[in-house]
């Protein structure tokens, strides 16, 4: 697995909620008071220490005009520490914490440090203002735009310097009532796209240390 895709998986922040398919779409409108909605999604955010769930990637490739769909859980817990254990069509897992990522796969370990290449440690900042809610310190790289239904808040992030370029934009949808996330989509500068269902979620349980173990 590349690590580009293997890290972009990781952008999935605390609070997540349950939604079995994208929800039917009403026309959104600008957020009418976005330091106040900013305020609030990370009050949420920080009373989240931990999040099980499961998950559904689909990758989409733009040249290919196809799609590639796996399923598998995710391992939440506060400061950074993220775990996604993959299941079908093939098994992996794939762990992240504040300096290195380390994917396990076929009996084979590898563990990479994150500050030793630009592309990850910047996607480990991205990852970081999404776990927080605190987007605004991803400014200037990334331009923010806030939009909302009666159903959701949706948050663009759209590239604003060649180096967040290199990682595509995002686009989160967030539930109105409790600021939980309902889907995920990357889209890197090819054009494939990457979205992420989450389901079944259990919050603020207890985790063993040995899920994010990286030696």
């Known amino acids: 697995m590349p ?3 293997a890290i972009a998986c990781l952008l999935i922040f605390a609070g997540t909620n349950a ?4 929800p039917a779409q009403e026309p959104f409108t600008p957020v009418a008071q976005t330091e106040a909605f900013k305020q609030k999604w990370r009050e949420a955010s920080e009373t989240v220490r931990s999040v099980v769930c ?3 990637q689909t990758k989409y490739f733009a040249l290919l005009d196809e799609q590639i769909t796996s399923k598998g859980r995710l391992f939440y817990r506060q400061k950074g520490c993220i775990r996604l254990d993959y299941h079908t069509p093939a098994a992996y897992a794939v762990v992240l914490d504040a ?11 590898t563990v990479y440090e994150a500050a030793k290449n ?3 440690a910047h996607l480990n900042r991205l990852i970081t203002a999404c776990l927080t809610g605190r ?4 400014t200037p790289e990334y331009r923010l735009v806030f939009t909302e239904n009666r159903i959701l808040y949706r948050i663009e ?3 604003s310097t060649s180096r967040s370029s290199q990682v595509g934009s995002v686009e989160i949808l967030l539930d109105r009532k409790d600021f939980s996330v309902q889907q995920l989509t990357v889209t890197d500068p090819s054009n494939d796209r990457t979205s992420y269902v989450f389901t079944e979620i259990q919050k603020n349980i207890p985790l063993d240390d040995a899920l994010f173990d990286i030696p």
Not at 19 to 22: E, I, V
Not at 99 to 109: E, H, L, P
Not at 135 to 138: I, P, Q, T, V
Request: no cysteine.
């Open 3 to 5: 690590v580009k895709y």
């Open 19 to 22: 939604l079995a398919d994208r």
């Open 54 to 56: 499961n998950f559904v």
């Open 99 to 109: 300096r290195r990522m380390k994917i396990t796969a076929d009996g084979k370990t």
């Open 118 to 120: 630009k592309t990850t």
């Open 135 to 138: 987007l605004d310190e991803l």
């Open 157 to 159: 992030l759209q590239p």
